[in-house]
């Protein structure tokens, strides 16, 4: 794949968590982002008049102020203003990312500090992207199904704090910086162009990274000629020993026969889920880490019909806060990597 459209640019310079001011070009129009983490803090730039439209306002500057100065003057209120504010910008960064000829450049000067309104960019893409004639601003992000999805850094943690669904998670979480788009759009049981359009919005969200998978160069099988070589002593067997002796020592760290497994969290309805899957090899790895504690690992299912997956859950709480008290207290290895727990309550017990 080529050079990087600007769309893309301007998503990954996000999600990387930078801070400066991200400089948007297309046709005659140029925006000015103020970014710091992931979080807008100013805008400056045209807005085709919204603002001075809503807030009654002729001077021009920069966005946040001008609706602090609206409210202020008892124009509109606080949230008549946050709402103009974002509309606005997200009808001109749609603009943006559909245009041929867009451009953005970074830099690390940010002489803006978050006040009073701030607008998170992963959302405000993710509501770009999955709402009403989104599909225009999906090609932006993710042009080729047969572009492999990357992770970009705190990828669980991120999606954890978008608010999914369950099946949107599920999604999210076969992201596993091997899997192309298609790979994990086609088998899914949430729908091909719905699983596609999560994913695009996740790119543009800063979430993940689409890139071009890299030709397989073959090895090559010829033995170089041995001239003068003399023959060494067979040492397999001995290999081969060390290394049953070793596979023997991690099956014992793993199962942990000496140790019994006690009840986490007391006893009630309430769990944390670990992993989840929805395709049968996924379900055979769920059922695999139950093994390894039965007493607080279960296998339950979510869904109905085709959309039914399986996650693992841990632990038996009696209340939703006991368990969300737990999450940032999980063992090490409990939660599968990529995976963003979560609490979730289940009646019943696994199938």
């Avoid at 998670?169 to 596609?196: C, F, W, Y």
């Avoid at 992993?275 to 769920?286: H, K, N, T, V, Y």
């Amino acid at each position: 794949m080529g050079r990087t459209p600007a769309a893309s640019q301007l998503a990954l310079w996000v999600g990387r968590r930078s801070k400066g001011s991200a400089h948007l070009r297309w046709g005659q129009s140029e925006l000015v982002l103020y970014v710091s983490g992931l979080q807008i803090v100013a805008v400056e730039g045209d807005d085709n008049e919204r603002l001075a439209a809503a807030f009654g306002l002729t001077d021009e500057g920069e966005w946040f102020s001008e609706a602090a100065s609206a409210v202020s003057s008892g124009q509109v209120t606080q949230a008549e203003a946050n709402a103009v504010v974002k509309r606005t910008l997200a009808e001109k960064l749609k603009e943006f990312f559909t245009a041929i000829d867009a451009e953005v450049g970074f830099e690390s000067a940010l002489p803006y500090e978050p006040r009073g309104l701030t607008i998170s960019y992963p959302h405000l893409v993710l509501e770009l992207v999955l709402g009403p004639s989104g599909e225009q601003v999906a090609g932006a992000f993710l042009p080729e199904p047969e572009l492999i999805l990357r992770r970009l850094p705190d990828f669980p943690k991120r999606v954890g704090a978008l608010g999914l669904t369950e099946e949107g998670m599920a999604i999210l979480a076969k992201v596993n910086d091997q899997r192309t788009a298609q790979e994990i759009a086609d088998p899914s049981p949430h729908g091909r162009e719905n699983a596609l359009r999560l994913l695009a919005a996740a790119a543009g969200a800063g979430l993940i990274e689409a890139v071009s998978k890299v030709a397989e160069v073959p090895l090559s099988t010829a033995q170089a000629p041995r001239f003068g070589v003399t023959p060494r002593r067979r040492i397999w067997p001995w290999v081969l020993l060390v290394l049953a002796i070793v596979a023997g020592v991690v099956a014992l760290i793993v199962m942990r026969p000496w140790q019994t497994g006690s009840l986490v969290g007391g006893g009630g309805p309430w769990a944390v889920a670990v992993d989840g899957g929805c395709q049968p090899a996924e379900l055979e790895r769920l059922y695999r880490r139950q093994e390894h504690d039965k007493v607080n690992m279960r296998v339950v299912p979510f869904g109905r019909g085709e959309a039914q997956c399986y996650r693992l859950i841990w632990g038996h709480f009696p209340s939703k806060e006991a368990a969300e008290d737990m999450i940032s207290h999980l063992p090490t290895g409990v939660t599968s990597r990529g995976f963003p727990p979560h609490v979730v309550r289940v009646e019943g017990s696994a199938p």
